[in-house]
């Protein structure tokens, strides 16, 4: 009996398969190669032998349909070319203006990539991933874009249909208009100047310290528009704020005062660690535990987030582990052109945190690898700024070739770190009047910015952008009518905040460029509690209304005077005459000491007060010699007879004379 053969889909099984020649099976086969099967054939005991697999294993036979496979790169060729073809129909039908109704016929006409062979049944199910939208999206507006220009070559309709396709704007925004300083808000940190500032990596904190020693941490996302702090509190006590950096992490924050020891603090203001105190009698820097002089600056390793930095007037730079406060981790000594030690008065970590830089007092700009000891500096340019001046700020740029330093010679220098030589260009007049003036890059390294101080004949402090190709003056913000010393691009925010000498800090944003900050607070309105005054008609019974503890209430007026009246301290009635001493007083008739002494000896007769006590006293004197009562008595026995001064020798013996036998 004939079995049917198994079919499902276009994967068909035929079990009455005639059999092999036996002579090729039978023994130990034959020798030679094996003939050449065709392709087909292949791929059918493939698939044969995979069924089986999943026969054995699964209990299922032939299940589902073998997907389609498409070649893509074939299917754009195809689309270009039916679109080239398309579109020179157009050209010609414009050059000739035929205009007939085999014109609006060619309207109508279809423009687009093939359909594949597989799709034109449609009674066919398709399976397999369809063709990208974006495939067909590209081809239609490339030969839309054609249509609108009539004379251009094949290529450059190529070209166009390529830019509708990536969506790519050619067209560049001016610098200044990336500046996010379209709207500003101010908020108030104290009376004295803010040198330091610091937002957290995701943007939803800022913390500022001042020189009044306060650090005010505030939360963008739990204030309203009166722009208060939730927190201020003064870590270092009598030491101003220097620094202050959050973690990669955001979670825990560096400060840095003028005390010699730095504290790490939380998202909330508690302490975690505070750095130890080395040893100020030693010598040699490397053998104390910690800095011994006040700090300069610090900062957290961008991508480590156990380790930060700090520097010091002791001449070293230092790094900690916030596992190990009690002991630094490594100590950095900066030198000068004599090999004397000299202050670093900023540092830095680069941006892959392979590099550790400082620049020092000497004017000097000193670098060393992260990643061996730092014995050698791997870069070392000693004019960089004046000398004897403070390097107030250093940063790299985002893409880590460039680094620009600002100093307090006024000068704000732009470096490229590949020719480390030479300043690609020197900002020139911009006085700065504190040592914490920084200097930045914007997030694309267009823009380098920096502060600036208030000189005599200035009346507004500005925040001035320069271009870091052509080096020309893009824009400057008027800030305030202080100092400009402290100021951050975030890059996540596209906000700009900045510290001014009279304790305000200013956050630019703009409305359709920047994200979160300060816009979620001036959305929030500030609303006063409004206190309402409750007069409750009913009586409130407290635990002093109690039978136990109340007191009696008296009707009439008349008997509550009666009873104040019996009470000494209510009608406040003067103390009454005592006849005996009592409480620290003496009785009026015995207001003299003498009188007061005479009656406590007990004596069997009383003593007129109004006598004169000497006399009273002296009536005695006979009798006490004769027989004494008090002292004598008691040494009777032991007291030696007394020696009296002739009254023939005047004036006191000579100790100095000389004994005579």
């Known amino acids: 009996m004939n079995k049917k053969p198994i079919s499902f889909g276009k994967i068909s099984l035929n079990i009455n398969k005639p059999a092999k020649d036996d002579a090729s099976t039978s023994g130990f086969g034959t020798f030679g190669r094996i003939p050449i099967q065709e392709q087909k054939e292949i791929e059918e005991i493939a698939d044969d032998l995979e069924n089986q697999h999943v026969h054995q294993i699964m209990g299922i036979k032939n299940f589902g349909k073998k997907a389609k496979n498409f070649n893509v790169e074939e299917m754009m060729e195809q689309a270009k070319k039916t679109a080239q073809e398309v579109t020179k129909n157009k050209i010609d039908a414009e050059t000739n203006k035929e205009v007939s109704n085999n014109s609006e016929s060619e309207d109508d006409s279809y423009i687009g990539p093939p359909v594949p062979p597989g799709l034109q049944d449609d009674s066919e199910e398709l399976i397999g991933p369809p063709i990208p939208k974006e495939i067909l999206e590209g081809n239609t507006k490339s030969t839309s874009k054609v249509k609108t220009t ?3 070559n094949e290529s450059n309709s190529e070209e166009d249909s390529y830019d509708e396709l990536s969506g790519s704007d050619d067209d560049d925004v001016s610098l200044e208009k990336k500046i996010p300083n379209t709207h500003e808000v101010e908020m108030l940190h104290g009376s004295k100047a803010v040198v330091a500032l610091a937002v957290d990596p995701s943007g939803a904190r800022l913390a500022t310290g001042s ?10 996302a739990g204030m309203d528009s009166s722009m208060r702090s939730f927190r201020t509190l003064q870590p270092c006590e009598n030491h101003p704020i220097k620094a202050l950096q959050y973690s990669a992490t955001g979670d825990s924050i560096l400060v840095v005062s003028g005390a010699a020891q730095a504290k790490v603090l939380d998202r909330d203001g508690f302490e975690v660690l505070e750095c130890v105190k080395g040893d100020q009698y030693i010598t040699d820097m490397a053998k104390t535990k910690g800095h011994t002089a006040s700090l300069n600056s610090g900062c957290w390793h961008p991508h480590i987030r156990e380790e930060f930095m700090t520097c010091s007037q002791d001449g070293t730079l230092r790094l900690w582990l916030t596992e190990n406060p009690k002991q630094h981790k490594s100590v950095i000594k900066p030198r000068q052109q004599g090999g004397l030690r000299t202050n670093p008065t900023a540092c830095t970590f680069s941006r892959d945190g392979n590099t550790v830089a400082c620049g020092c007092f000497d004017g000097s700009i000193q670098m060393w690898d992260h990643r061996r000891n730092f014995v050698n500096t791997t870069t070392l340019l000693r004019d960089a700024h004046q000398k004897q001046t403070e390097i107030s700020s250093i940063c790299y740029s985002y893409l880590g070739t460039q680094l620009a330093s600002r100093g307090n010679d006024d000068t704000l220098k732009l470096w490229d770190l590949r020719n480390f030589k030479k300043p690609l260009n020197v900002f020139n007049d911009l006085f700065s009047r504190y040592e914490q003036t920084d200097c930045g890059f914007s997030p694309d390294d267009s823009l380098i910015f920096t502060g600036e101080s208030l000189q005599r004949n200035q009346d507004v402090g500005r925040l001035l952008f320069y271009d870091t190709k052509t080096y020309k003056h893009v824009t400057s913000i008027e800030v305030s009518k202080s100092h400009v010393i402290k100021s951050i691009w975030h890059a996540k925010l596209n906000q700009i905040f900045v510290g001014c000498g009279n304790g305000t800090i200013k956050c ?29 008609t009913q009586q409130i019974i407290t635990p002093h209304a109690l039978p136990l503890f109340r007191q009696e209430k008296l009707r009439t007026s008349k008997k509550r005077m009666e009873k104040d009246r019996l009470d000494p301290v209510k009608s406040r009635r003067p103390d009454l005459p005592i006849t005996s001493g009592q409480g620290g007083r003496v009785a009026a008739s015995g207001s003299t000491l003498s009188s007061f002494v005479i009656r406590n000896l007990g004596l069997s007769k009383r003593v007129d007060d109004e006598q004169d006590p000497r006399e009273a006293i002296l009536k005695y004197a006979k009798e006490a010699e004769e027989n004494p009562f008090w002292v004598a008595p008691a040494y009777k026995k032991t007291q030696p007879q007394p020696i009296f001064q002739n009254e023939n020798e005047e004036g006191p013996t000579d100790p100095k004379k000389q004994k005579t036998s």
């Open 508 to 536: 630019y944003y703009d409305q359709k460029r920047s994200l979160r900050g300060a816009k979620l607070c001036i959305v929030k309105t500030h609303r006063k509690k409004s206190s309402v005054g409750i007069v409750s």
């Open 211 to 220: 020189v009044d020693y306060d650090v005010a941490f505030w939360d963008f």
């Open 150 to 152: 009539s004379k251009r």
